[in-house]
T-cell receptor, first 116, second 115 residues
Framework: SAVISQKPSRDICQRGTSLTIQCQVDSQVTMMFWYRQQPGQSLTLIATANQGSEATYESGFVIDKFPISRPNLTFSTLTVSNMSPEDSSIYLC?????????????FGPGTRLTVL | AQSVAQPEDQVNVAEGNPLTVKCTYSVSGNPYLFWYVQYPNRGLQFLLKYITGDNLVKGSYGFEAEFNKSQTSFHLKKPSALVSDSALYFCAVRDKSNAGNMLTFGGGTRLMVKP
């Protein structure tokens, strides 16, 4: 498996501001994803982070609200823009390691966001 | 389309007793099935998966799961529960033909193991 870190681990933000979350992996991975886990809820996929091209967003999520970058095979960022209290969630990145035959997603520790 | 159902929001078990956390799935093709565990204020940890082969899959921390194609189920089991197993458990599915590797998660089941 891969070692995945996320920064920040938690933050409290004001309405209308933006927060960028970083996801760093200790080895090259084929795929990176961003999920949202609202309070007391399951995980919902926001988007697939594509290296060197625009992310692929799931229904209900748009680039203007959740811009994503993936400049290389080990790093991605998710920005939560123009935040409102409804954006209060845990945001998790996940990766699929590059080893042949590996198809398991491994998750980072998450970023707990509270919007006031 | 792919979907997962975890019919129980919470499962209560006494320490030392066997536990089962239920999961049923729906995919149009062949499934890849996964169980993850989430401890308080932590990310998801991978427990085990079924890809192909033996229907009984063994994973971390003494957990196992049985793939049942006819019942489209993938229940998580452990012969003897520990208090430290108390956590939130998620079942996830992916259609084998889904090249995008996108997982669909169930709603989660909170496992409470009492001393």
């Amino acid at each position: 498996s891969a070692v995945i870190s996320q920064k920040p681990s938690r933050d409290i933000c004001q309405r209308g501001t933006s927060l960028t979350i970083q996801c760093q992996v200790d080895s090259q991975v084929t795929m990176m994803f961003w999920y949202r886990q609202q309070p007391g809820q399951s995980l919902t996929l926001i988007a697939t982070a594509n290296q060197g091209s625009e992310a692929t967003y799931e229904s209900g999520f748009v680039i203007d609200k959740f811009p994503i970058s993936r400049p290389n095979l080990t790093f991605s960022t998710l920005t939560v823009s123009n935040m409102s209290p409804e954006d209060s969630s845990i945001y998790l990145c996940s990766v699929v390691p590059r080893e042949v035959g590996t198809d398991t997603q491994y998750f980072g520790p998450g970023t707990r966001l509270t919007v006031l | 389309a792919q979907s997962v159902a975890q019919p129980e929001d919470q499962v209560n078990v006494a320490e030392g007793n066997p536990l089962t956390v239920k999961c049923t799935y729906s995919v149009s093709g062949n499934p890849y099935l996964f169980w993850y565990v989430q401890y308080p204020n932590r990310g998801l940890q991978f427990l085990l998966k079924y890809i192909t082969g033996d229907n009984l899959v063994k994973g971390s921390y003494g957990f196992e799961a049985e793939f049942n194609k006819s019942q489209t189920s993938f229940h998580l089991k452990k012969p003897s529960a520990l208090v430290s197993d108390s956590a939130l458990y998620f079942c996830a599915v992916r259609d084998k033909s889904n090249a995008g590797n996108m997982l669909t998660f169930g709603g989660g089941t909170r496992l409470m193991v009492k001393p």
